[in-house]
């Protein structure tokens, strides 16, 4: 699921960046290693985590015509939260590659926060299938603690980056189908002491 879901992220920014037949889409970790065709937006996960606020304990139950009914725990609501970071390629202008890279991170900046939900027409594989909307929250505090930390820790160069959280849905149990009651049997017993 979760490579399904980096598809369709690559699938919007490849639909509506502009120049989008020059620029690749990265999910790899932006460290020293880094090395994709520029010029490129990278868009790296690193946090995963259960949302506690769209938690329901509802489940869900429905009757059929053969008899029997479905029960159907909710799915699990999962923010998935990317870092997201803008490669240019070539020097740039006069030199200073920082102009191309925050003219690309604007302009990816731009197609999320159009977007509160990812589209329906770009949704790849079982994502397509979810009855729920993929909410999204751009520009929001991410999960990192320490930005400096973790551009130490990938030993890598500072650079600017946005914060980026879908919301799935995941389905983790199965249907429960179970017989329904269609008749009421009351028996009563009396003790044959107590009826002298």
């Known amino acids: 699921m979760i490579h399904e ?8 920014l490849k639909r509506e960046l502009p120049g989008r037949d020059q620029i ?26 259960e949302n506690h606020e769209l938690r329901s304990n509802d489940d869900f139950v429905e009757r ?9 725990r909710p799915a699990v609501r999962i923010d998935a939260s990317y870092l997201i970071t803008a490669w240019p390629g070539g020097g740039g202008l006069h030199g200073d590659a920082s102009e191309d890279e925050h003219k690309l991170l604007g ?5 999320l926060l159009r977007f509160p939900t990812l589209p329906r027409e770009v949704l790849k ?13 751009a520009l929001q505090p991410g999960r990192l603690q320490s930005l400096g930390e ?22 983790v149990s199965e249907p429960e189908i179970y017989p329904v009651v269609i008749d009421k049997e009351i028996r009563i017993k009396l003790d044959a002491e107590r009826a002298l």
């Open 125 to 137: 594989g079982s994502l397509a299938n979810q009855e729920l909307p993929l909410p999204v929250s």
């Open 107 to 111: 302009a990816v900046m731009r197609i």
């Open 64 to 72: 059929r015509a053969d008899l029997t009914s479905v029960r159907v």
């Open 150 to 171: 973790f551009w130490q820790a990938l030993s890598g160069k500072p650079k600017a980056a946005l914060n980026y959280t879908v919301t799935l849905s995941v389905d």
């Open 5 to 12: 879901l980096d598809q369709t992220l690559a699938a919007l």
């Open 24 to 49: 690749s889409v990265s999910f790899a970790a932006p460290d020293d290693q880094f090395s994709v065709k520029l010029p490129a937006v990278d868009l790296f996960l690193y946090d995963l985590r």
